[in-house]
């Protein structure tokens, strides 16, 4: 549902999506005028305002270049309030893909964006993007391996330590203190690029073609004439807000997403279907790719590989599997979707990167103390070194222009 409007969105096996509207009848690509329902709504549950203003179709705008359906589109629509708030909506699903407001595209400009080297004229371009972010990173590392080398042999015994004096003195014990962990910042920071694809694995999309089978046009025709027909269901069922089709080895299940949160399952013929292991085990058999030495675990709470991120939450319970090869699939319980795909390069990708990037090894290292405790110290030793470098860079080039 996009408002009160039911919207049909059909996503092809090689990428692209057909919109219909099932209120109408039309094919073709949401309406600004329908999708300001699902900007209106989301501002009022942030308690901004219930009047949104259309802006513009885009998409190449700063704020969505990272956006999935961003090469088909979305509508910008602003609330013109005092906080800037804008919301990005989808014209293929009716979501809402991003929102900002001023005080998020202010301090965007001075962390995400150059962390990430992430202006648009520049993110436009992926391939020059990537190869300039490659190369960046690694002179980073670079160079930062060569000031530990010269900071180690420049040690003294004795207080203080160190054979400078002043802004370099300072910056010689910050590198000597923070120094390994910019390393190890810079170095996973380069290793996200999959250089050389290093830590390239399969695409998530073909297990979930392999776990789930394929649904044809005529089998979403007769899934709507099965759902029509069954009026009983239609009395049952009044506060619908998305219904999915998930196959599971080609057979394919109706999910329901309701106002409050509740997910159910249901057969074809309106029957719910509880996904067990027993269940899943024996669809993943019949696609000949379960290993019938691991066992289907299920997960009420995060494990070393499927826990919440800052950027995406996890929902339990889930079930655990494990093909041949040694791909750990995750699989929510409620609806039966492919929740997360981790293959042989993925798992040593999150312990020898993303582990070393977020320092999250650990349950209580992703907690809000550790995070103040741990991770800002060291945060700010390795910013102490890099002003350090700038200050010296700085006077470095006075000298040098006189």
Excluded at 235 to 240: I, R
Excluded at 366 to 388: E, H, I, K, Q, T
């Amino acid at each position: 549902m996009v408002g009160e409007i039911p919207v049909l969105v059909l996503q092809a096996e090689q990428g692209g999506a057909q919109v219909l509207n099932l209120a109408s009848g039309k094919e073709g690509f949401l309406s600004a005028e329908i999708t300001a329902a699902s900007a209106r709504s989301y501002l009022q549950a942030r308690h901004v305002s219930d009047h949104v203003i259309f802006d513009k179709l885009t998409t190449d705008d700063q704020w969505i270049l990272n956006s999935r359906d961003r090469s088909e589109g979305f509508y910008r629509f602003h609330a013109n309030d005092a906080g800037g708030n804008q919301v990005y909506v989808s014209r293929v699903t009716g979501d809402v893909g991003q929102a900002t407001d001023k005080t998020t595209r202010r301090w965007a400009w001075f962390g995400a964006i150059p962390h990430w080297i992430y202006p648009a004229i520049l993110r436009r371009h992926p391939a020059l993007w990537h190869d300039v972010v490659i190369i960046l990173s690694g002179s980073g590392v670079f160079l930062t391996i060569t000031g530990l080398s010269v900071g180690f042999l420049r040690l003294k015994k004795v207080w203080p330590f160190s054979v400078y004096r002043g802004w370099h003195l300072f910056h010689h014990i910050c590198g000597t203190v923070s120094g390994l962990m910019a390393l190890a910042w810079i170095t996973s920071g380069f290793l996200t690029m999959n250089p050389a694809g290093l830590f390239q694995g399969q695409k998530p999309s073909l297990w979930q073609d392999r776990l789930s089978g394929y649904v044809t046009g005529s089998d979403i025709v007769g899934i709507l004439l099965d759902v029509a027909a069954k009026r009983s269901w239609e009395q049952k069922q009044t506060d619908w807000q998305e219904v999915d089709v998930v196959p599971l080895g080609g057979h394919p299940f109706l999910v329901l997403h309701h106002a409050d949160g509740r997910v159910e399952r249901f057969a074809r013929d309106a029957t719910p279907v509880v996904l067990t292991a027993a269940s899943l085990e024996e669809a993943l058999q019949n696609q000949n790719f379960f290993d019938p030495d691991a066992r289907i675990v299920s997960l009420d709470k995060a494990d070393d590989y499927y826990f919440d991120r800052p950027l995406k939450k996890r929902r339990f319970p889930v079930l655990r599997a494990a093909a041949p090869e040694g791909t750990l699939l995750y699989i929510d319980a409620q609806s039966g979707e492919l929740s997360a795909v981790l293959d042989t390069a993925a798992r040593h990708s999150r312990w020898l990167v993303y582990g070393v990037h977020d320092l999250d090894f650990f349950v209580w290292l992703r907690s809000a103390a550790a995070m103040w405790m741990l991770v800002l110290p060291a945060l700010c030793g390795v910013m102490a070194l890099y002003v350090s470098a700038i200050v010296l860079a700085v006077r470095r080039l006075r000298r040098t222009l006189r």
